[in-house]
């Protein structure tokens, strides 16, 4: 009964290059959200997707940041051109179905670091 | 962004001891209330989640809203040095989005 499943755990990205982060959800989970989370600061909502559609994307910066959640696969949120700035901790979250009574379940991160 | 405000730490506590935090949040609105607990360099682990005015209790664990305050709090009975973590208070708005304080962190002194 795995969980939502984050790969890699570690990633480390010169400046200028680009950095995929992958996400499977739980088991029987449709709905995946993207949060940001950077040194001694809470967690920030970056992007809620349900199989192909981006829901909202209102927390993800409109250059560089992409997500995608295909029909077949892994969520994938990209990266491109990084700098400094996107070292941080991102966190993905599986859910069965929108609304309170379907609590965020979340991966255990990927640390991006960009020398 | 909605506003999620969690009472400053750090917190620490004895052993045995209850530990209480303090959350609150901007949107009259909200009706979903979460308390997640994360261990340095880990992931946040749903912990409690609330709902509805008043107490909820699990084990040594008691969640506390009061939606005409808005406020929500959470209290760690019986204190153990494993409870030593950031305790993250989380609201739901718009039905998916989770917007998260900047947490609190707990040490339970042995």
């Known amino acids: 009964n795995a969980g939502v499943m984050q790969n890699p755990r570690h990633l480390v990205r010169r400046r200028g290059q680009e950095a995929r982060l992958r996400c499977s959800p739980m088991?029987?989970?449709?709905?995946v959200y993207w949060y940001r989370q950077l040194p001694e600061e809470g967690l920030k909502f970056m992007v809620y997707?349900?199989?192909?559609?981006?829901?909202?994307e209102s927390g993800m910066p409109k250059e560089r940041f992409s997500a995608e959640f295909p029909k077949e696969g892994p969520s994938i949120l990209r990266i491109q051109q990084v700098v400094r700035g996107d070292s941080a901790a991102y966190f993905c979250?599986?859910?069965?179905?929108?609304?309170?009574?379907?609590?965020?379940?979340f991966g255990n991160g990927t640390r991006l670091t960009v020398t | 962004q909605k506003e999620v405000e969690q009472n400053s730490g750090p917190l620490s506590v004895p052993e045995g001891a209850i530990a209480s935090l303090n959350c609150t949040y901007s949107?009259?609105?909200?009706?979903?209330f979460f308390w997640y607990r994360q261990y340095s360099g880990k992931s946040p682990e749903l912990i409690m989640f609330?709902?509805?005015?008043g107490d909820k209790e699990d084990g040594r664990f008691t969640a506390q809203l009061n939606k005409a305050s808005q406020y929500v709090s959470l209290l760690i009975r019986d204190s153990q040095p494993s409870d030593s973590a950031t305790y993250l208070c989380?609201?739901?708005?718009?039905?998916?989005?989770?917007?998260f304080g900047a947490g609190t962190t707990v040490t339970v002194r042995a």
């Open positions: 088991k029987g989970h449709s709905h």
């Open positions: 997707l349900q199989k192909e559609n981006i829901i909202d």
């Open positions: 979250a599986s859910s069965r179905d929108r609304g309170g009574n379907s609590p965020l379940h």
């Open positions: 609330i709902y509805s005015n």
């Open positions: 949107d009259r609105g909200s009706q979903s």
């Open positions: 989380a609201v739901l708005f718009n039905d998916y989005k989770l917007s």
